[in-house]
């Protein structure tokens, strides 16, 4: 069915170390991913993107990898900032088909200091 | 480039009433979508337009309509309006390519 989903909803990570996000999918023809920031009180903001026929791309400070063979995907942040702060969804955006973009329910990430 | 601006920003409404949600979309963008994001969710899709017309639409019932004007600026429509349609109603809009730019969305809250 059309779902993206998330492992974990809440993560909190040391101010200064790395990130990782994780995402898993359930259609396996979907075709194109994106990773959002959504701070309190905002719109989400679009941080990365990566098209199915990509394993891995990067970023400033991110890297998003795709692994088609378990339907993953997960985001990494570098140097983890407290700027990082907020709730990350991964869509799907079923290109050529319905243009519609399909959220998960969102990670929230914490900075420690 | 102001962005993807919507008004008002927030809203309080009655059970019953009715209620429009505008959205002005990034410049040069000709597709606006609508989304609704209950508290602690991801945000769910309603519908798409493009060209003036009602493109894709979400698990949504008809209370919720909508239109694209031909400046591309769209209008959101909630017809007898529930408790559970509280939430935060975000427009995206896009060049008709994939990235999609968000708004800040309004804040509805139904009493």
């Known amino acids: 069915g059309e779902s993206v989903g998330l492992h974990l909803p809440t993560l909190s990570v040391q101010e200064g170390d790395n990130s990782i996000i994780n995402c898993a999918y359930s259609n396996s023809a979907s075709d194109y991913f994106i990773w959002y920031k959504q701070e309190s009180g905002k719109g989400p903001q679009f941080i990365i993107d990566i098209r199915s026929n990509m394993d891995k791309r990067q970023g400033q400070r991110v890297t998003v990898l795709l692994n088609k063979t378990v339907k993953h995907l997960s985001l990494q942040i570098a140097a983890t900032q407290p700027g990082d702060s907020a709730v990350y969804f991964c869509a799907e955006n079923r290109v050529n088909r319905d243009d519609k973009i399909i959220f998960g329910k969102g990670t929230r990430l914490h900075i420690l200091p | 480039d102001a962005g993807v601006t919507q008004s008002p920003t927030h809203l309080i409404k009655t059970r019953g009433q009715q209620v429009t949600l505008r959205c002005s979309p990034k410049?040069?963008?000709?597709?606006v979508s609508w989304y609704q994001q209950a508290l602690g969710q991801g945000p769910q899709f309603i519908f798409q337009y493009y060209e003036e017309e009602e493109r894709q639409r979400g698990n949504f019932p008809d209370r919720f309509s909508g239109h694209q004007f031909p400046n591309y600026s769209s209008e959101l429509n909630v017809n007898a309006l529930l408790l559970g349609d509280s939430a935060l109603y975000l427009c995206?809009?896009?060049?008709?390519?994939?990235?999609?730019?968000f708004g800040q969305g309004t804040r509805l809250t139904v009493v």
């Open positions: 995206a809009s896009s060049p008709g390519s994939l990235e999609a730019f």
């Open positions: 410049s040069g963008h000709d597709t």
